[in-house]
């Protein structure tokens, strides 16, 4: 923009401007710094920057409260008032919005709202650079391929209201996708790690992981498929509960809709869904994986109301030891279902098992087996939360404690929550990327999961 540059400014401009009953103004300042690599070189390189500005307006009416949303990247000055002007619009031309609720007020001003927004540049590879290069020579110099790509991007979020919140939050968010591929490009493994600013990822340690996988892959077992007991790692675990906590809005469940309705009637909440004293929770100042403390919410939906911005999230167990502890809910479904106000999660951690890692679980299996990750995994049954997906870049045999093939890969058919009813060990909690959901949740810490009877409905030719 030309003179109204700075982000808290275009905010108070915005709220300035609007001629709605009530308005909020989300000015997310986006950049990012990428690398991408391929058969041991580095292949791009970049840096980007921009701004997103969305307007929510809400006009009340005799019929009720209506709202108008309307979302635009690199509003310049001259387009501030048409944006304001366009969303006081679509709430005049709209219903009343079910959600409605009065606009947050009370919580107190973020010290640094008029602060510059925070950037990240490629300085943030400065010491991760040089270890990716060395992890390519000695790659090379062992037979193997690297690919893969390490993306770090800073978002600062202005978040204003015409009730007076004036809020900021910086969102850091690093992801590391590393693939090695032996010359012939018949066998593939994959790791991917999560991080705030790639100070605490190692690329020697991963080539080392990638190159004993491959190493595992150099005997093939074709299996068929049937129900095996089968070791989960943590990105498994994490894309399975990612998909389950998307699908734990209360509202759904109390209508009957959800595998968390009790037959009958009401929730299952207060039901034990798994023998392990597993503790499934969310909380913004979580070490390692902090997010925002309060409501953003572009738009509404069935764990979020543009009406809720700028509520304060405070820690919630969404599984407590074993039990349905809480549902997701924002203040109009809270007060449908009578459930404490608990808006969807800014990153999830399953946490209670018995701390052994999974290499430690590994050595305890006398048959079953590893898998690498999931991929596209997609819902069958909303009603019981069947999913079905692939597995992919490894599953291997592990037979008298040690992996001594891998196997053909497999398409599977299971539950996330029946799962934790019939999982039987839980390991250690760590950091972990969930490869399928990473582009929308990154902030997860989960356990490797032991299930004595995964289903692997038939056999896939993925890879």
Not at 273 to 280: D, I, N, S
């Amino acid at each position: 923009m030309s003179r109204v540059s700075k982000p808290h400014e275009t905010v108070e401009r915005a709220l300035e401007l609007s001629r709605a009953d009530g308005c909020v103004v989300i000015a997310d300042e986006h950049s990012s710094a990428n690398l991408r690599w391929a058969g041991n070189a580095l292949t791009t390189n970049g840096v980007t920057r921009g701004r997103t500005l969305t307007v929510v307006a809400t006009v009340d009416g005799a019929r009720g409260t209506a709202s108008g949303v309307v979302s635009r990247s690199a509003v310049t000055a001259d387009e501030l008032e048409p944006l304001v002007r366009a969303a006081e619009a679509a709430a005049r031309a709209a219903g009343p919005a079910e959600d409605a609720q009065p606009l947050v007020t009370g919580v107190p001003r973020s010290p640094d709202f008029t602060g510059a927004p925070a950037e990240t540049s490629s300085a943030v590879f400065g010491d991760f650079a040089p270890a990716l290069g060395e992890a390519f020579a000695r790659a090379r110099s062992g037979g193997r391929e690297l690919y893969g790509f390490a993306s770090h991007e800073l978002t600062s979020t202005y978040l204003g209201t015409s009730t007076g919140l004036r809020l900021r939050h910086d969102q850091p968010n690093g992801t590391l996708e590393l693939n090695a591929k032996s010359p012939d490009r018949t066998r593939s493994a994959w790791a991917g790690r999560v991080t705030r600013d790639f100070r605490d990822v190692d690329p020697l340690a991963l080539d080392e992981e990638l190159a004993r996988r491959l190493g595992w892959a150099r005997r093939r077992v074709e299996l068929p498929a049937g129900r095996y007991e089968t070791l989960l790692p943590p990105t498994a675990v994490a894309d399975l509960l990612i998909y389950q906590q998307w699908s734990a809005a209360a509202r759904d469940a109390a209508e009957g809709r959800t595998v968390f309705a009790r037959p009958g009637g009401g929730t299952r909440v207060g039901e034990r869904l798994t023998p392990l004293p597993l503790t499934l929770r969310s909380d913004p100042a979580e070490p390692g994986l902090e997010s925002a403390p309060f409501v953003i919410a572009h738009s509404s939906g069935d764990d979020a109301s543009v009406f809720d911005n700028g509520l304060p999230l405070e820690p919630v167990d969404w599984i407590r030891e074993g039990r349905l502890e809480r549902l997701v809910t924002t203040r109009h479904s809270a007060g449908l279902t009578g459930s404490p106000v608990a808006p969807g999660p800014g990153n999830l951690v399953l946490d209670g098992g018995d701390g052994r890692s999974l290499e430690e679980m590994v050595a305890a299996t006398e048959r079953g087996l590893l898998l690498t990750c999931l991929w596209y995994i997609r819902e069958v049954d909303p009603a019981t939360l069947l999913l079905t997906g692939l597995t992919r870049d490894g599953v291997y045999l592990v037979e008298g404690g040690e992996v001594v093939a891998e196997v053909n890969n497999f398409r599977f058919n299971e539950s996330p929550v029946d799962l934790l009813g019939r999982a039987t060990e839980a390991g250690r909690t760590e950091r972990t990327l969930p490869r399928e959901w990473g582009d929308w949740f990154t902030r997860a810490a989960m356990p490797p999961l032991r299930v004595p009877d995964f289903h692997m409905s038939s056999v896939s030719q993925g890879v």
